[in-house]
């Protein structure tokens, strides 16, 4: 294959009319809502419950508080009240033992350290009493026990009590009468029986509060038992009333819309339930006829698709048998011509005036440029089409093949080519050559005045080996660097540089054609620089991700 030049400037091009769209069936109408679509929306359902759920849980939090309440109102009269005020009756008991003991003991010793239980008696009856009080409010009868109490211990004191110590205090003898002695005992008496009454009545009162205590505590064991049997029933019902409101419709809904995705298009939905699933459902439905309208407008595209893809296949028959033409009919009546203006060029060359010396050199290169351009046009129309075994190659060999193609224009214009570590890729290696050739040919051919230099390089970008073809030719201005990937487009003229405009574009067709993609770098300066990518071989590409790891 000969090497070809850069491509250059096009003609804009008008856009090819687009195809007329297949004929489509008319859309499905709206949905329409089901009839029937009255019961309650979903939402509805979930709020009336979870109000009524709600509802029975403050009224149960309530009447549990009331009756939790009553429970530790009972026992803290019985443990804060009563139980304390029996103590202190306790308590006041002995202290008005010990008074009485202590007169006594005075009484007949008349000695004064006997009367000191006399006198922390009457001390511990005075702190008693300022406790005792305030605890038998709201229990009457006890307190009227304990008024009956102090009164009689007053009178034992007054009437008996003081006047016994009085009269050993001025005599300094004990009293040892037996009339002391028992009026003493009949006012003392009185003092136990009237005690005896008191702890009687905060017994009764004890009895009555732990009575009291027990119905609260039992009426509570019932609020509790009432609440958990009724926020199971209310559980179950909600439960229940949900899976028939709600989860069975949604189940149904489910199987139906999976019989449709299965691929049973025909089939309807059926709505039931409430207005949201129903509403699902409709949509479903609508979906399901958007689906087979568009599948039927489907088919048809693909009705249409396969008729022009036979008239494709029959194109492309006719294209490859007028390639078959141009490569044996055309070239052999090319080559008479060339042959034939070059034998007079050479026989009569000298003998005719200047201007057909001119005439002729005109044929002799229309000729050969024709020939060069039928032979560029049918490598363009092989590559994708012609279809070769792609093997794993190195392209240090393709680039010294491409090179060996070269030799002579290497060494007429005194090229040096730098190469880096080039990769082995998989690829058809006569294109891939190609490619090479031409990249070389065009950094050969477009050079300025001195030694061409030309420098590639290769390295890994990802799953994709990126390759750089750079110069230091008269390059190409940033505005033409897609153009000149164009068929047949040139930026110079036929007399400045040779080729036929072919050489780009069928670098790219075949780059795009193992899977890569060809571009000019716009930021080299000081010539040109070219970048294709190749994929890199999977087996290479997982032990370099096997090694970085």
Known sequence: MSATDTAGRPDTAEPAPAAAPASRPPAPPPRARPPGATRWPLRRIINVSVGLLALFCLAAIAIGSV????????????????????????????????????????????????????????????????TLRPELRGLPEARAALDDVVRAAGDWR?????????????????????????????????VRTSLTDLQNDLEDARGDAAAALQRSANALTVVCVVIA?????????????????????????????????????????????????????????????????????????????????????????????????ASHDLQEPLRK??????????????????????????AVDGAKRMQELINDLLAFSRVGRIVRDSVEVSCTAVLAQARANLAAAIEQSGATIEAGDLPTVKAE??????????????????????????????????????????????GIDADYAERIFVIFQRLHG?????????????????????????????????GSRFRFTLPVIAAASAEENDTDG
Not at 238 to 265: Q, Y
Not at 344 to 350: D, F
Not at 499 to 525: F, N, S, V
């Open 67 to 130: 009756a939790l309440a009553r429970l530790s109102a009972a026992r803290g009269e019985v443990v804060e009240r009563i139980d304390p005020a029996i103590e202190h009756a306790q308590a006041l008991g002995s202290a008005l033992v010990n008074q009485e003991t202590g007169v006594r003991g005075y009484s007949l010793g008349a000695q004064r350290d006997l009367l000191e239980p006399y006198t922390n008696g009457l001390a511990a009856q005075r702190s008693v009493l300022r």
């Open 158 to 190: 007054t009437k008996y009590a003081e006047p016994v110590i009085a009269t050993v205090d001025r005599t300094g003898e004990p009293i040892v009468t037996t009339t002391s002695v028992d009026t003493g005992k009949v006012y003392f008496d009185a």
């Open 229 to 325: 049997g009724g926020f199971v029933l209310i559980v179950v019902a909600l439960a229940v009333g949900l899976r028939r409101a709600a989860i069975r419709p949604v189940s149904r809904l489910a199987a139906e819309v999976r019989t449709v995705a299965g691929g049973d298009f025909s089939h309807k939905v059926e709505q039931s339930g409430p207005t949201e699933v129903r509403d699902l459902g409709a949509d479903v439905n609508q979906m399901r006829e958007r689906i087979l309208h568009e599948l039927s407008a489907l088919r048809a595209a693909h009705a249409e698709l396969d008729a022009r893809t036979t008239d494709l296949e029959r194109s492309n028959t006719e294209l490859e048998q007028f390639a078959y033409v």
């Open 337 to 362: 011509v060339a042959s034939f203006c070059q034998l007079l060029q050479r026989r009569y060359s000298g003998q005719l005036d200047e201007r057909a010396d001119q005439y002729i050199e005109f």
């Open 429 to 474: 290696v006569p294109l891939l050559t190609a490619v090479f050739q031409n990249l070389v040919s065009n950094a050969l051919k477009f050079r300025r005045d001195e030694a061409p230099h030309i420098v590639i390089d290769a390295h890994q970008d990802g799953e994709f080996w990126e390759f750089s073809f750079s110069d230091n030719g008269i």
């Open 494 to 526: 036929k007399g400045e540089y040779p080729g036929t405009g072919i050489g780009l574009a069928m670098c790219r067709k075949i780059i795009e054609y193992h899977g890569g993609r060809i571009w000019l770098d716009t930021e080299y300066e000081g």
